[in-house]
């Protein structure tokens, strides 16, 4: 192909139009009238002797040649914006974004509020939104810009993917106060349930995909016990009030049932196993790495984290019941 007859434009007209998937959408983005996109879509074709879309109902198909090309005209925009913006001040205050989070309900709740606050504080201009885990893969989300970043316990990334760790998230069971089961057992608060018990009693999970089992299965299954898991939710809202109105056990990270005990009748109690103690770890995509936007709301994630007093429990923290 001719590199002449390419210019910064038509990247941007092709990186608008593998986002957006429509003209006029593409040209919305960009600043740039309908026929003027068409215009430019047409040199493309040209230019790279290939469709590049194809058109089915109001929507533009990428063909093949055009989505091997998203990822590295992405990074080409990304490297050529941070290189001209790179001696450019940034104040918090003036900007004006919306920055979109991914993860469990556990940091809706327990994060995002006082996450909020800070950023209302000091950049009024920028917003916040936090999709649920449910929501898909990450890897594609953070490609696709969908999310700027994703708040995960261990997750297969590709290397363009970024991390930092958050926090470890030890694990506690919590039960109803008035659990009868336990009761007749006698087991003081905070003390660890015997296995038999443990295994003996319902248990309710945390699912976003359905599955019935989690890190309590595999540290159960090495030692040859298994649980009966009778419940899966996909929040660990929804465990927390449902052990608090039921017969349920639920082995939840610590974080969280220290702040559910706080509200609801429900004992924190020991495992009576080690489980393997999880990193959570915020996720991005390493195109964002020195953009300092990005760099600053990943910032006050940490410290908005470490704020939060969630790092104080140690890594090696590990259960060694019955």
Not at 33 to 58: E, I, K, M, T, Y
Not at 85 to 113: C, I, N, Q, V, Y
Request: with cysteine; hydrophobic share 45%; aromatic share 6%.
């Amino acid at each position: 192909m001719n590199l002449n007859a390419l210019d910064l434009n038509l990247i941007r007209v092709l990186d608008a139009l593998l986002r957006e998937r429509s003209v006029t959408r593409a040209g919305e983005q960009i600043g740039l009238s309908q026929p003027a996109v068409s215009a430019a879509l047409n040199r493309l074709r040209h230019a790279l002797n290939d469709q590049l879309f194809v058109r089915r109902g109001n929507e533009m198909l990428p063909t093949p040649r055009a989505e091997s090309l998203a990822e590295p005209v992405r990074r080409a925009l990304s490297e050529i914006e941070r290189v001209f913006h790179a001696t450019k001040s940034f104040e918090p205050a003036e900007l004006e974004r919306t920055f979109t989070l991914m993860g469990a309900d556990f940091f809706s709740m327990l994060l995002m509020p006082s996450l909020a606050a800070r950023i209302a504080s000091v950049a009024p201009g920028v917003s916040l939104r936090f999709l649920d885990s449910a929501r898909g893969d990450v890897s594609r989300l953070l490609q696709d810009d969908e999310i700027d970043a994703a708040l995960e316990r261990p997750l297969e990334i590709p290397d363009w993917v970024s991390s930092a760790l958050l926090f470890h998230s030890p694990f506690a069971v919590i039960a109803a106060r008035d659990n009868a089961a336990i009761g007749r057992v006698g087991i003081d608060d905070g003390g660890a349930l015997p296995m038999e018990l443990f295994c003996e009693l319902p248990h309710a999970i945390r699912s976003i995909d359905g599955s019935m089992s989690g890190f309590t299965d595999e540290a159960l299954s090495r030692i040859g016990r298994a649980r009966r898991v009778s419940l899966a939710l996909p929040h660990f809202q929804a465990i927390a009030l449902a052990v608090a109105s039921g017969n349920y056990l639920a082995a939840v990270p610590r974080q969280f049932a220290e702040v559910a005990a706080k509200t609801l009748p429900i004992i924190i109690y020991e495992p009576p196993l080690s489980i393997p103690v999880p990193e959570i770890r915020m996720y991005w995509h390493a195109r964002h790495d020195d953009e300092p936007p990005h760099r600053w709301i990943r910032q006050q994630i940490l410290e908005a984290v470490d704020a939060l007093g969630f790092a104080d429990l140690p890594a090696d923290v590990e259960s060694t019941g019955d």
